[in-house]
């Protein structure tokens, strides 16, 4: 593989994933690339998801996930290697998008007066010994080690890709007064604080902001939490080249 091979394959941080695809329609949540796209019928999105395959080519394998609906599609590009974005998912969503226009559609419009913006789903289980109870998780749910994550506290996903990841959160001391499993709601960075001025508005308190922008640990009124979280907050320093 030459240099410029190995530069498609590179994981992307945070900040470089998001700003690749800033105006094509396409969000970076939580590791992938997410968009959406109307559709009239069940027909018209199967129609639409066949020219999204061809123009993806053999990529489209391993890398692109539609999820098709009567009325949308939502598309999500990940690296099937290491679940992360590099450069060739970006690559992908700018040929989407431009097959997209073609069509009239724009990605991430969403379907008329949808309620938000694409989300990933996560569900946070707080443990004393994780490498005890991941086992008990894996099993129950059929779930899988997210590819290149597979060490004895690494997440769990749904190979299949329809339920919400599972990770497990490290406890120090027993917390019987409080609820051991929480939601993750992972959403562009920037619509955070519209997700949370909602959730606060709706009954819910902040329990603390102390990781923001990163996430914001939120509560209903008996005390069970959500968090919201976003990409921002989560790379190390860039290191400068030497």
Known sequence: MDESEQDLDRTL?????SGAVTGLGWRYVL???RTSLPAGSLAEAADIAG???????????GRLWIDLRRDQLVLSLQSPATASVTRREVALARRISEVAGGLGLATGAGVGGAPRSVQVLEVAIDAMDIAAVRPFWKAALGYADEPGHSGPEDALVDPV???PAIW???????RPQRNRIHLDISV????????????????GRLVSDAEAPAF?????PEGNEACITTWQGRDPPATMPT
């Open 31 to 33: 590791g992938l690339l």
């Open 188 to 203: 562009p960075h920037d619509e955070a604080q519209h997700r949370i001025q909602a959730t606060l508005a709706a009954g």
């Open 13 to 17: 941080r945070r900040q470089e994933a």
């Open 51 to 61: 020219r999204v395959v061809a123009v993806c080519g053999a990529e489209a394998d």
């Open 216 to 220: 914001w640990v939120l509560a209903d």
């Open 161 to 163: 890709g329809q339920g």
């Open 168 to 174: 497990f959160q490290q406890m120090d001391v027993p």
